[in-house]
Structure formats: C-alpha cells, structure tokens
C-alpha cells in the first residue's frame, strides 16, 4: 500500500560538527523524547573526508571522524579565486 502524501514523515538531515561522525550525532541525538523520531526521518551522513588531527571526542566515541570540507593551504596563502574557467 503506498503512503499518502499527509503520512510521509518530514526528512530532516543531520549534519555533524568538525572531527567527529554522523553515529556520534546519532548518538546524542538519541536522548531527545522519543516522540520526536516517530515524527521525523532523520539522516545522518559522514562528512565527505576523513578528519585529521586529534578530534575531541577521541576516547568518548570511537572513530572514524569525518570533516565536510579540506582547508587548502594554496588559499590561505594566495586568497580566493574570483572567477571559474573552464
């Protein structure tokens, strides 16, 4: 039977902070009232690059740990591009 439009549950993506998972914020997450999942799909995605450094939650949560972006050297020496060629 296929769900109607009014039943599907709103989609909510949840975004990590710098070093840690989308397990570990599942993990937090998972102490909010219990109601609050019944009504929403939420999903938890990795960042696109495994972190580097020490993440603070090192020895709470176990790794990996996961960054959404690589900050480039090039652009902190030569500042940010103005245009896209190509």
């Known amino acids: 039977m296929a769900t109607s439009q009014s ?3 709103m989609k909510i993506l949840c975004l990590h902070g710098f070093r840690t998972s989308g397990s570990f914020l599942q993990k937090q997450i998972s102490k ?3 109601s609050i999942f019944s009504q929403f799909d939420l999903d938890f995605p990795d960042g696109k690059y495994p972190a580097g450094g020490k993440s ?5 949560f176990p790794p990996p740990y996961f960054g959404w972006f690589q900050f480039d ?3 902190a020496r030569c500042g940010a591009a103005k245009g896209l060629r190509g």
């Open 56 to 60: 603070e939650i090192e020895g709470i």
């Open 32 to 34: 909010w009232d219990p």
């Open 7 to 9: 039943e599907k549950k």
């Open 73 to 75: 050297k090039r652009v």
